[in-house]
């Protein structure tokens, strides 16, 4: 019999439970031994739960008892989850976790504490929730050397531009629903704003180019100011607007990694990717495209991976299995105004397509149904952001321009 204990009951840690409970012959045979949840560790009172026998509120508890062999940890946040998982990696109890800031923020150190301490610390629900992509990515993967990671990473995110796409929803009256029905928190602002699709590229990009990339490293940009114009617009160029992630390694080794609102061609498979899906895109020199899609939030799909990573730390009691990446002060990160892309601009102001042609010189002009006269709207010629951001800039003397966002095209 192998013990786990679940820190934190929400959603995902009571969605762990469930699952342990109802798989438990199928996990028991997969894992080659029974696994049983020992303790669960959350300050608020559950004892009307069915589980309530299994609650305490002091972790001291769990890193004391030696037949705990797997932590759990489901609480979020950096504070206490850092503090008890470094506490359990001590006492050579491995640790699963869904929490994608700890482990963009500290995830070299836990991994280096694993390693010290001959047990494992594992976060395949921290990217994608349901998705398999850590995995495949340390292992199914490695053979290959990672040119470029990019992903929709945020189904809050994906399901606000969705209903705006096909609701014809402002953005406001989109985050409200998403809000009503779940998917938002009453303060969403890591979501709409790009921090939650920020950490999880960070960890994807660790994990592909070997070296930690701070959050605060990357260039981060939410969908706050995308419109209905903005939507309309790109519907006009065949496209849709989607929140990516993206980390593409330059040639001389280093990766540019930002977050933002692309124009995605409806060409591209991941243009499809609707509601809260979430899809991961890893290109490899032996491997070319793979395209990983699946439910990325949720209290069973996350607890799905929650216990794969829960059954593989039980067949891993005394070794650790990843090495980890690096952690130093030298970063990997190209400065992303380097970035060549194509760019859509809106803009508005007298004469306004002589004015965008001055500043960008040749751009693909874009039409909506209900355009004011002093509006415009078009696709530049690839440049980077830095060139974008200088003629922005002259344009910007006479015209208003709205937020630009970059084309995706995958080469
Ligand atoms: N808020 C996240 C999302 C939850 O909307 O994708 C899963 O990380």
């Known amino acids: 019999m192998k013990y786990a204990a679940v820190l934190g009951y929400g959603t995902v840690g009571s969605g762990v439970v ?15 031994d029974a696994i049983k949840v020992k303790y669960i560790v959350d300050i608020r009172d559950f004892s009307n739960d069915p589980h309530a026998d299994l609650f305490v509120k002091d972790f001291a508890t769990v890193e ?4 705990v062999n797997v932590v759990v940890e489901t609480i979020g946040g950096i504070n206490p989850a850092y503090d008890f998982t470094k506490r359990a990696l001590k006492a050579g109890k491995s640790v699963v976790t ?3 800031e700890l482990v963009a923020t500290h995830g070299a150190e836990l991994l280096a504490l694993a390693k010290e301490n001959s047990c494992n610390y594992f976060f395949e629900a ?6 398999p992509i850590i995995r495949p990515l340390c292992q199914c993967l490695a053979a290959n050397r990672v040119d470029e990671v990019l992903g929709i990473l945020n189904g809050t995110t994906n399901y606000i531009l969705n209903r705006m796409i096909t609701g014809g929803l402002t953005f406001e009256a989109a985050l409200s629903e998403a809000q009503e029905k779940g998917y938002a928190e009453r303060n969403p602002a890591a979501d709409v704003e790009g921090h939650d699709a920020c950490r999880k590229i960070c960890i994807l990009s660790a994990l592909a180019f070997g070296r930690h ?26 496209m849709v607007i989607k929140l990516l992630g993206r980390a593409k390694r330059t040639e001389d080794g280093k990766i540019y990694a930002f977050v933002g609102p692309h124009l995605v061609p409806k060409s591209e498979l991941i243009s499809n990717v609707n509601g809260v899906f979430n899809s991961v895109m890893v290109r490899g020199n032996a491997v070319g495209d793979t395209m990983f899609y699946g439910r990325g939030a949720g209290k069973l799909p996350t607890a799905s991976a929650v216990v794969a990573d829960v059954i593989d730390a039980c067949q891993h009691t005394d070794c ?29 102001g007298e004469s306004v397509r002589s004015a965008v042609n001055n500043a960008f010189g ?9 355009a004011k006269a002093d509006e415009c709207a078009c696709i530049t010629a690839p440049m ?28």
């Not at 469930?18 to 997969?30: M, P, R, Y």
């Not at 004391?64 to 037949?67: I, K």
């Not at 040749?362 to 209900?370: I, Q």
């Open 18 to 32: 469930e699952v342990i409970e109802t798989n438990f012959d199928l996990i028991a045979k997969n894992a080659g």
């Open 64 to 67: 004391a008892d030696p037949e």
């Open 98 to 100: 869904s929490n994608k």
């Open 126 to 131: 921290s990217v994608g929730g349901g998705i």
């Open 213 to 238: 990339v701070y959050p605060d490293a990357v260039v981060t940009e939410g969908i706050t100011k995308v419109t209905l114009e903005d939507v309309a617009y790109a519907e006009n160029g065949d």
């Open 320 to 348: 650790t299995k990843y090495a980890g990446w690096e952690d130093t002060t030298e970063s990997i990160l190209a400065d992303s105004n380097d970035f060549v892309s194509a760019y859509y601009v809106r803009v508005s």
């Open 362 to 370: 040749e751009v693909s002009f874009l039409s909506r149904d209900g």
């Open 384 to 411: 980077s952001k830095r060139e974008l951001d200088e003629k922005v800039k002259i344009l910007s003397e006479s015209c208003v321009v709205y937020a630009p966002m970059k084309v995706l095209a995958l080469d």
